[in-house]
């Protein structure tokens, strides 16, 4: 669908202003045939909260159902598929790749969504509603928008900015605008939602001000690459924002780390206390479509675990992200073998051997406890446990296939730490401050590995970009992330993201435990006669092509972006 086509479709959002259970799969799909929405609606407090609760959910299904793990983790390299989505695995993307499309497609739709929204509570609410909740909602129709945005500058460069769809209504003159206009425009959003937003959520899973503050030290990161100066450098007025941002979240929020990092994705783990923004999904029966979470559906292994869905058998850890872990020893350039202390391994992907109590396998003659099988050969596959949460009956029933009432992580208080750490390192080797050491090692020792230090003096150790690069990607593996920290990287180090992304090996190989179950070691050894194995990373296949649809439609998307 093209970007003018998405400028019309979403003039037909009336089901926002409406329940969820009044909404239909295609009432994205269709122009209206007689109002824009119900003009008795937004008449009080209630009607508000639920009129914008779908961009929480709905709005995002088409990102959370494949762009999350194809762009956030396929093309990262955290992960890759043997069989399925090759062209974001092999970073071959096209503008015919259909999985293109259908994210930038996504995108398009929370921003079409999120500007109706506001334009409908502005032009509708009546004199019940309450002031300040009239702001709020409209500040969280901002915040979201902004978080598209976000997704759609990392992606594919410089995109067009709409605030207003109805404008726009049958133009096909719609331009680019330049990346640092992109940014700026985000920033302001964040900070006219952080102005608004309440410090507690008024409901469950409401976003508040110290979201929109988290967004804000992330956005301000990114944007000290994008607005540089001089070889490598970051601007230092952003880096000194962004620490500023994550020490008031940190500080003030009330947010805290979850003591073990599994219970971050064990049942129920919704709006826990680390959690700063999910995508708020409710299981509500095998017939409801859009405003449950499906992803589990494409990386869960096998439906032995399933619910009738567990697609995902070919979905593996690459063998460079298991090299990532510490423990893990290189053999060489054809193994790896150890073990680690690192608890996010076995939260994060399933090893052969290891067992999980919390979910149930159907095996032959009946059930058991899943422990993960080895199976024998030149190659098997490390899939993935994140988000993989069982058989409704591990779920208190609330699943079935394809629909799971678990919500999807976009902003966690771990991250913070790891902003303030980088923020404070900024464009020096190494950093020996104290603070940004103590926020870096939390993060360390939460997942049971001890603090960074000397091996020989115990001595505190400097951290350096790379050592906070490497804890990012195991600690938000599988969690739509690992792709924009190297976008970021991008902005201001290019040749340093290609090589990172031209050094691992996303081939064949095999885990071997030493003993099973509940093995103490493996080995991980590549498939010797699986030659595809590195990807070429440069600045003609980084970002992401326009999809084709869409330029053969708005011919102006290939015309030189301006500010906006």
Known sequence: MNTRKI???FLTISCLAGTMMGCSKNFLERPPTDQLTDGSFYQNDDQLYAGTQLLYSKVW?????KASFNLGDFRAGTVY????YQDNVRFNTNGNTIDNGSAWRSFYNVIAQSNLAISNINTYAGPDVTPAVKEQT???????????YRFLVMNWGAVPIIEDNLKHLGDTGITRNTVPSVWRFITREYRAAAEILPLSPPRPGRITRWAAEGMLARTYLVRAGVEGTGANGRKQEFLDSAKYFAERVITMSGAQLLGNYADLFLF????????LFELQWVYSGPNAWGTQNSAPAYFTYSGDIANGDGWGGDVSATFWMLANYEGMVKRGDTAIAGRTLDQRLKATFMLPGASYPEITQSINGGEQKLIFPYVTGDFNFVSVKKYVVGKAKDVDGQAASQRYGHDTYMLRLAEMYLIYAEATLGNNAQTDDAKALEYFNRIRTRAGLPRLEDPVTHTPMPITQDIIQKERFIEFAMEGQAWY???SLHYYNPEKAYAILEAQDRGLFRAVPDVFPNPTQWLFEITTWDNNRHIVANAGNFQLPIPSPELAQAPNLNKEPVDY
Do not use: G, H, Q
């Open 7 to 9: 400028i019309l479709r």
């Open 61 to 65: 299904f088409d990102y959370n159902d």
């Open 81 to 84: 598929s043997m069989w399925n």
């Open 138 to 148: 409209i500040a969280e129709a901002r915040f979201m928008r902004a978080t598209a």
């Open 268 to 275: 129920p783990y919704d709006n826990n206390k680390e959690s």
């Open 485 to 487: 920290d190297l976008v």
